[in-house]
C-alpha cells in the first residue's frame, strides 16, 4: 500500500465528510486515535477539538503525559474529567460483555454527545481499525468502538456522524502512517492498549482499589518489559484472591497476571519465552505490591485466549 497516497485521501475524505462543520475527537494516546488526531488536524485544523476523557481507567500519569506529548507537536488537547461517570456507570457490574457496554455507552451517549453540545460540532472522529471491526462482527469480542457495523446508527442514537478514517487498515498498517506523519517513537511504536482501558484487566467488577492495584502492577510490567520487543504486555488483576504469608502471618491476598505476548496483528498470538530470571524479578515487584501475594504468568495461546481478560 502506498501510505503517502492514504494519508491524502482520509485527509480529503475528511474534509469532505465534515464540510465547514466543526469535528471532535478523543485522544487516549494509543496510536490509532493519535494517527487520527494527526490526520484530523491536517485535514480541519482548528475546526477539530481534540479531547482526553479521563475515565478513571487510564495507567499511571497517562492524562497528563499525552497532552504534553501532543503539545509539543503543536495540537492543543483538552482534558476532560469523566471518572466519577465511568465509576458510578461500572459499579456492580461483573459480566464482561456489560461492563464493555457500560463503558461504551458512558463514552457515546453521555461524555462525547455533551462535548459535541459544547463545541458545536457534528461529526466525531475515530480511531476504528479493521480488527476491530472484523472481531465485533465476527462475534468474538464487542469493542468499544463499534456502532454502525452492529446495526447503531450514531446519527439516530447520538446525534452525531462518525468519521472512521482507520478502518480499512491494520495495527501495522496504522504504525506505518504514524511514522510517516512524524509521530513520536513512544506513539508509533507504542504497544496497543485497548479502549476500555485497565478495565479489561481487572475480572468482576471495577473498584478504585482494584484499579490502583492493577494500575500498579502495569507500571511494573511496562517497566520491566519495555526493552522486551514483544507485541504486548500487562498485568492482569483476578477476581478471586489466594492464601499467602506476609510479616509471618495468613495473607487472603490478590493474584495478578503477567501476560506477555507475541503477535502480529492480534487476531492470534502466543506467550513470549521471556527469560525466567526476568520472570522473577517481575515476581518480586508484583508481589511487594500490598496485597498482592501471588504472580503468574499466562501461557495461553490466541485462540483459545484473547489477549484481554474482559
Ligand atoms: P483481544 O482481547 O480481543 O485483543 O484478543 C486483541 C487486541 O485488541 C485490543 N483490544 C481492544 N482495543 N478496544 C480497542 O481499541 C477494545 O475494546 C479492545 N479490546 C481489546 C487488545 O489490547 C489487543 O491488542
Avoid at 168 to 186: C, H, I, S
Avoid at 287 to 292: D, F, K, N
Amino acid at each position: 500500500m502506498d501510505y503517502n497516497k492514504f494519508v491524502e485521501k482520509q485527509v480529503e475524505d475528511i474534509r469532505e465528510a465534515v464540510g465547514d462543520g466543526i469535528a471532535i475527537n478523543a485522544l487516549s494516546g494509543g496510536v490509532d486515535s493519535s494517527v487520527v488526531t494527526m490526520l484530523g488536524h491536517k485535514a480541519l485544523g482548528d475546526r477539530l477539538k481534540t479531547y482526553f476523557v479521563d475515565n478513571a481507567l487510564m495507567r499511571k500519569g497517562e492524562p497528563e503525559h499525552v497532552v504534553r506529548v501532543f503539545s509539543d507537536v503543536g495540537i492543543p488537547v483538552e482534558l476532560v474529567d469523566a471518572r466519577e461517570e465511568f465509576l458510578s456507570a461500572l459499579r456492580g457490574v461483573t459480566d464482561p460483555e456489560q461492563k464493555r457496554q457500560a463503558i461504551t455507552d458512558t463514552f457515546y451517549a453521555d461524555v462525547f454527545v455533551r462535548l459535541v453540545k459544547e463545541s458545536g460540532a457534528r461529526y466525531l472522529l475515530h480511531g476504528t481499525i479493521l480488527t476491530d471491526i472484523e472481531e465485533t462482527v465476527d462475534g468474538i469480542k464487542r469493542q468499544h468502538n463499534i456502532l454502525e457495523q452492529i446495526g447503531i446508527d450514531p446519527e439516530d442514537a447520538y446525534g452525531y456522524t462518525v468519521v472512521e478514517p482507520l478502518k480499512t487498515l491494520r495495527k501495522d498498517g496504522v504504525r506505518e502512517v504514524a511514522r510517516l506523519l512524524g509521530l513520536p517513537k513512544e506513539i508509533s511504536e507504542r504497544i496497543p492498549f485497548p479502549g476500555p482501558a485497565l478495565a479489561t484487566r481487572i475480572v468482576g467488577e471495577v473498584t478504585e482499589e482494584k484499579l490502583e492495584l492493577v494500575r500498579e502492577a502495569t507500571a511494573v510490567v511496562e517497566e520491566e518489559l519495555a526493552d522486551s520487543g514483544a507485541f504486548q504486555y500487562m498485568a492482569v488483576l483476578l477476581g478471586d484472591r489466594a492464601t499467602g504469608i506476609r510479616d509471618n502471618k495468613r495473607e487472603f491476598g490478590r493474584i495478578i497476571v503477567l501476560r506477555c505476548i507475541e503477535s502480529v496483528d492480534a487476531r492470534t498470538a502466543t506467550a513470549t519465552q521471556l527469560p525466567w530470571d526476568k520472570l522473577n524479578q517481575i515476581c518480586e515487584r508484583i508481589t511487594s505490591i500490598e496485597g498482592v501475594n501471588r504472580c503468574l504468568y499466562d501461557l495461553t495461546p490466541k485462540p483459545p485466549a484473547t489477549v484481554e481478560y474482559v
